[in-house]
C-alpha cells in the first residue's frame, strides 16, 4: 500500500485537545528545556541508555532489515525529527516505550510486537511511540514523575501529590490518544490500527483471525451508553490511578470517532506533499520545481 508522506507534519494538528491545551502551557515555560535537561540527566536516562546499548538488540538494517525498514519509512511519514535508537526487549506483551532527550532518544519495542503483529500494525506501534517523542510527551512524563517524587517528600504538603499525580495521570492519558492518533497517520490503515489495540487487549494468538472490529466497537459503545454521569466520574479516576494507557476499549472507540470526524483525511489531504517525478523528492505541493534535481513541476 502506497502511504503519503506527510510533509513537515505538525503535530498539532492531530493532537487531542486535552493533551494539546497542557503542551501548550508546558511549551511556554521558557526556562522549562535546561530544567529538564538536567532533570532527565539526574535521573538516570543517559545511565538507561547505555544499558540498553549494552543489554538489548538493536534494530539496524543489518540486524533486522524488514523492521528497520518499517522505521524509517515511519519516522519519514511523520517528519520526525529526533530520530531514536530502536531496541527490542525480550517480552510477549505487546507493548513498547520511548525514553530519553535529543542525542539519547530511543524506542524500546517487545519481541511480541514484532512475532504477534502484522507490518501494517508494528508500523501502529511504532508510530505510536514516535507520537510521543514528536509532542515531546517523553520529557513531560519524566519531568511530571520527578516533579511527583519532588513533592510528595514534603511532609507539610498533605493530600496535593495524589491530587498532582490523578492530574498528571489524567493527561498522561490524553497524551496517549494523541499517539494513537499518530499511529494511525504513520500505517494509514484504519483496520491494522484498530486490530493492534484491540490485540493488546489480550486475545490469543489462535483467535487473531477471528478478531471482530465491529464487535469490539459495539463493547465501547455499550459502555458509553451504560456509565452514568458519576460512572464516567469514577471511570477516568480508576483509569488514571490503575493503568499506563487508557483502557483499550475506550482507546479503540476514541479513534474511530477522530477518523469518522473526517480530521484523520483532512490531514491527510493538507500534509500531501508534491512528489518530484524525476527524483522521486518530497516538497510542498505548492513549490514551482524541486529543491533536489531543478525539474520544474
Known amino acids: ?23 501548550n502551557v508546558l511549551n511556554t515555560m521558557s526556562c522549562c528545556e535546561g530544567i529538564i535537561k538536567g532533570l532527565l540527566d539526574w535521573n538516570g536516562v543517559k545511565a538507561d541508555y547505555v544499558i540498553r546499548k549494552a543489554s538489548n538488540y538493536h ?9 528497520a525498514k518499517l522505521i524509517d ?3 519519514s511519514i511523520l517528519s520526525i525529527d529526533d530520530v ?17 532527550y535529543k542525542d539519547t532518544t530511543m524506542m524500546v519495542l517487545n519481541t511480541g510486537v514484532i512475532d504477534l503483529m502484522t507490518d501494517m500494525e508494528q508500523t501502529f506501534v511504532i508510530g505510536h511511540e514516535l507520537g510521543h517523542i514528536k509532542s515531546k ?15 510528595s517528600n514534603i511532609p507539610i504538603v498533605g493530600s496535593v501529590p495524589e491530587v498532582f499525580m490523578l492530574a498528571l495521570t489524567r493527561w498522561s492519558r490524553m497524551s496517549e490518544f494523541t499517539a ?4 494511525l497517520l504513520a500505517c494509514q490503515d484504519v483496520d491494522a490500527a484498530l486490530t493492534a489495540i ?13 478478531i471482530n472490529i465491529d464487535s469490539f466497537l459495539k463493547e465501547a459503545e455499550a459502555l458509553q451508553k451504560e456509565l452514568s454521569f458519576t460512572d464516567k466520574a469514577f471511570e477516568k479516576i480508576l483509569n488514571a490511578m490503575y493503568n499506563d494507557h487508557p483502557w483499550t476499549v475506550m482507546r479503540a472507540y476514541e479513534l474511530k ?41
Open 1 to 23: 500500500m502506497k502511504r503519503i508522506h506527510l510533509y513537515q507534519l505538525d503535530s498539532s494538528a492531530y493532537e487531542h485537545p486535552e493533551d494539546r491545551r497542557t503542551l
Open 59 to 67: 534494530v539496524t538494517h543489518a540486524t533486522c532489515p524488514q523492521l
Open 73 to 75: 519509512e515511519a519516522i
Open 84 to 100: 531514536p535508537r530502536v531496541y527490542l526487549e525480550w517480552g510477549y506483551n505487546i507493548n513498547g516505550y520511548t525514553r530519553g
Open 137 to 151: 510527551h517523553v520529557i513531560y512524563h519524566t519531568l511530571g514523575a520527578l516533579l511527583t517524587s519532588a513533592i
Open 180 to 183: 494513537d492518533r499518530a499511529g
Open 198 to 210: 484491540i490485540k493488546m487487549s489480550g486475545v490469543p494468538h489462535k483467535y487473531f483471525d477471528k
Open 257 to 297: 470517532k477522530w477518523v469518522d470526524s473526517g480530521e484523520y483525511e483532512r490531514i491527510l489531504e493538507e500534509y500531501k506533499p508534491l512528489v518530484c517525478p524525476v527524483c522521486g523528492h518530497h516538497t510542498d505541493k505548492e513549490a514551482k520545481d524541486c529543491p533536489r534535481c531543478g525539474t520544474t513541476f
